[in-house]
């Protein structure tokens, strides 16, 4: 490749190259040609010297041509050298040619010479200069582009697991090109630093362009490989390629530079999957399931059957070397603090484990990529986790999550001890299941099966019409639910007629504060229910500190009624805080009250009459008033007040626009 030369040195070389052809002319034609011959300048022949023509410019794509003229009045043929010169330093092509009087010689010199300026020059085999004449080379498309339109930049994000494609289009007069990823430094510049790999690559079906493709965490022997009508001559790749950061992307060619461009090699985005697998298989034979089988791709948790496989797939992209013992991931440098970590769903009791053990489950790591897996048994009795992948670097992070709820195959709408009738009855219930499974539903004694029926599983809750009409009242039993041979869920009950009592809640006067008024009447109120299937009648016994008020009360099968005493001033111990319990066929609940002023609470509601089939729980009134009522606050002084600060602020507004 030629040493470039500045602009200024380039005009001062031509410069002096059309002197030394005027000085040249001169002295050829000054021997017979009198004092008038002294006056030639480059280009202006004598009447009988050739004339050359040649265009002010020309694309390096197209043939380079000039035209050499032998005027008529020439009294015989010439024979001429034109030479084409480099900034009259360097002859790059020349031409002999001879040229009959009257007529007119083209010379090609080629195309896809080098942009720059160029000097034509026309002399004797002798070397005595006739005429001279300038032109410049231009190139307009570049040598290298490296996206289809010149125009548009290289700009690409490629993750550790993916491949890079590199499509570029040569200049007409180049059929190779190096292209070379070169780190961008730690100031993001464009110094001079070494490529992490190089590749030279040739049109090998003459279409104009080439396809590369790096293959970002391939092995270095396979990780450059080109693509169709490219033959790839060269390749070199250091060990640290595709490690994370900015590159640059560059382009030669032996005429020179071509277009650059960016390429950023990223963090892929780890993804979570979880995949749900039958029971009867092993924990191996999940894991192969799950590789064939798509993952769920719920909105919201996933919700897996009791005792079904759960398998979680964590894909991250392939630079973990290895998966340790327990649940966190050592890693190396390019996963620094990366961790899969489980979460509980939900609060529940403390005593009650709810997270699931990974270090207890099935693991398996693909290294080729990137993909840890997990298997484990859902319990419905514990499992409702979160699961979350975690990596963090110090310029990137990525985090993936996903949840699993176990479920129980069957849910029956029954608790343990309910009472179902002697007679035509229906359990019901919601299944798990893949729509379309039978389920029997029976009721058994100790003598055996007394009663079932088979239900389909279908989106709706289902309904099982079981006949008890000959069982004993009083007869202890249990529904079973099975899919087969397997019981997948059993309630025990009791075949008799009579009420069930349950105690649900109480709140003191009306509000959703457990607060007592001194000096003042206070309202308690409990909720009560018959779950059984017969009237019944029961007590129930408020207490505030030592004050005790009993009502006695009836229920039908199957309601909830409200029961509300009034307990008065006197009853209300002076002291910061007083217990209140209410009891009520066997079961007690009990919290301490804050005693305040009277006048710092609501004012009482008025109590509304129980019509013994209000729902539970209904708040009497709100903080909101009624709903035909005054809005609060807003009586007839208030709403003067307002139409006063009204036409004030019109009255303002009014002179700030006339100022």
Not at 255 to 264: A, E, Q, Y
Not at 495 to 509: I, K, S
Request: proline share 6%.
């Amino acid at each position: 490749m030629p040493s470039p030369v500045s602009g200024r040195a380039g005009v001062l070389l031509l410069a002096a190259a059309l002197v030394a052809t005027t000085a040249s002319v001169g002295v050829a034609t000054s021997a017979g040609a009198g004092p008038a011959a002294t006056s030639h300048e480059a280009g202006a022949a004598a009447p009988a010297d050739p004339t050359l023509s040649v265009p002010d410019s020309r694309n390096r794509s197209a043939n380079l041509t000039a035209t050499v003229s032998l005027p008529e009045a020439a009294e015989e043929p010439r024979r001429l050298v034109v030479r084409l010169e480099s900034l009259g330093v360097e002859t790059v092509a020349n031409r002999t040619l001879t040229v009959e009087p009257g007529e007119s010689v083209a010379v090609d010199f080629g195309a896809c010479r080098p942009a720059r300026s160029y000097v034509v020059r026309v002399s004797t085999t002798d070397g005595d200069v006739l005429v001279a004449k300038q032109v410049e080379v231009e190139r307009s498309t570049p040598l290298v582009a490296l996206a289809d339109d010149p125009r548009e930049a290289f700009r690409e994000r490629v993750t550790r697991n993916e491949t890079l494609r590199v499509d570029a289009r040569l200049h007409p007069c180049v059929d190779r090109t190096t292209l070379a990823l070169a780190p961008t430094g730690d100031a993001g510049g464009d110094g001079d630093v070494e490529s992490v790999w190089s590749a030279t690559v040739r049109d090998a079906d003459d279409d104009g362009s080439v396809s590369l493709a790096w293959d970002v965490d391939g092995a270095r022997s396979e990780a450059l490989a080109a693509g169709t009508g490219t033959a790839l001559d060269a390749t070199r790749v250091d060990a640290d390629a595709g490690a994370y950061g900015d590159y640059r992307l560059l382009s030669t060619t032996p005429d020179g530079d071509g277009r650059s461009g960016r390429v950023t090699v990223t963090f892929a985005k780890p993804t979570v999957d979880v995949s749900v697998v039958d029971g009867n298989r092993t924990a191996t034979g999940s894991l192969a399931a799950a590789r064939d089988a798509d993952p769920r791709r719920d909105e919201y948790a996933v919700d897996v059957v009791d005792g079904d496989w759960v398998v979680l797939r964590v894909d991250v992209d392939g630079t973990i070397s290895s998966l340790p013992a327990d649940a966190s991931l050592v890693a190396p440098a390019t996963h620094e603090n990366a961790t899969v970590r489980v979460r509980t769903q939900y609060p529940l009791p403390e005593d009650e484990s709810v997270t699931v053990d990974l270090a207890n489950a099935t693991r398996r790591f693909d290294a080729d990529t990137g993909s840890l897996w997990y298997a484990y048994r859902a319990d419905a009795d514990r499992d409702r986790t979160r699961f979350e992948y975690v990596a963090l670097g110090e310029t990137w992070n990525a985090t993936a999550a996903a949840s699993v709820n176990a479920v129980p195959a069957v849910q029956l709408a029954l608790q343990d001890g309910t009472l179902l009738a002697p007679e035509r009855v229906t359990v019901g219930g919601e299944s798990a299941l893949p729509a379309g499974t039978t389920l029997n539903v029976s009721v058994r004694t100790a003598n055996g099966t007394i009663a079932r029926d088979d239900v389909v599983v279908d989106d709706d809750p289902f309904r099982a019409r079981l006949d008890l009409s000959d069982v004993a009242n009083g007869t202890n039993a249990s529904v079973v639910v099975s899919d087969g041979d397997s019981v997948i869920a059993e309630r025990a009950v009791t075949v008799a007629t009579r009420p069930l009592f349950e105690l649900r809640g109480f709140r003191a006067n009306d509000g959703g504060e457990d607060q007592l008024r001194a000096g003042a009447a206070n309202e308690l109120r409990a909720y009560v229910w018959n779950r059984g299937n017969a009237r019944g009648n029961a007590t129930v016994v408020f207490e505030v500190g030592t004050h005790t008020v009993t009502r006695n009360v009836t229920l039908p099968a199957e309601e909830t009624r409200t029961v509300d005493v009034s307990v008065p001033p006197e009853a209300i111990p002076d002291r910061e805080r007083v217990n209140v319990s209410v009891s009520f066929a066997g079961e007690t609940e009990s919290r301490p009250h804050l005693v305040v002023p009277a006048e710092t609470t609501r004012p009482p509601t008025t109590p509304t009459a129980t019509t013994g089939t209000e729902p539970w729980p209904t708040l009497a009134g709100t903080d909101r008033g009624t709903a035909d009522g005054p809005t609060p606050g807003f009586g007839p002084v208030a709403a003067v007040a307002a139409l006063a600060a009204a036409l004030v602020v019109a009255a303002r507004r009014a002179r700030s626009d006339d100022d």
